[in-house]
């Protein structure tokens, strides 16, 4: 599990130098897709105890009605995290939930790829999973083409 927690341990602290990165440039600075919303990512991992909380940003949300449910939701909202290894194009993903039960996107690849085989072998727990930030395309520039959903994720490594 050494090398497995390496590697959780190694996309948590990217996340958070995104956190970081937000404090070093100007609010007028833009690079589609890149450099938006950098100061919703987070990421700490405490080594004592094994949890996690991280903030990302949830993938694929123009895709199958997830743009019209992220509408409906707003920063607190509970998620449900699952895993879908049947997915065709990451065997790894996780989807998430709204507590209604609507797809609004998935855990960003890098994640999954880290993740599911310490969620596969009961070696992580998600504890919890919210809406951080929401940015329905309702709110967003007239030239978006998808909504903003950043997700909390609470959860911890089993000790072995």
Known sequence: MNYEKELLIEQINK?????????TIGPDYFEPGKMEYLEEYMGDYDD???SFLIRFESKGTRYNGRTEQIEKVKAGDPLEIRRDPDN???????V???EKGYDV???PAELCNVIAPLYDSEKLVIERATVSF???????????KQAVLFVELEGHLCKS
Do not use: V
């Not at 996340?15 to 404090?23: G, I, T």
């Not at 065709?88 to 996780?94: G, L, V």
């Open 15 to 23: 996340l958070d130098e995104k956190r970081k990165l937000s404090e």
């Open 48 to 50: 004592n105890t094994g």
């Open 88 to 94: 065709q194009f990451n065997a790894n993903n996780f």
């Open 96 to 98: 998430i939930y709204t």
């Open 105 to 107: 996107g998935s855990m």
């Open 134 to 144: 929401a940015d329905p395309i309702s709110k967003r520039s007239r030239y978006a």
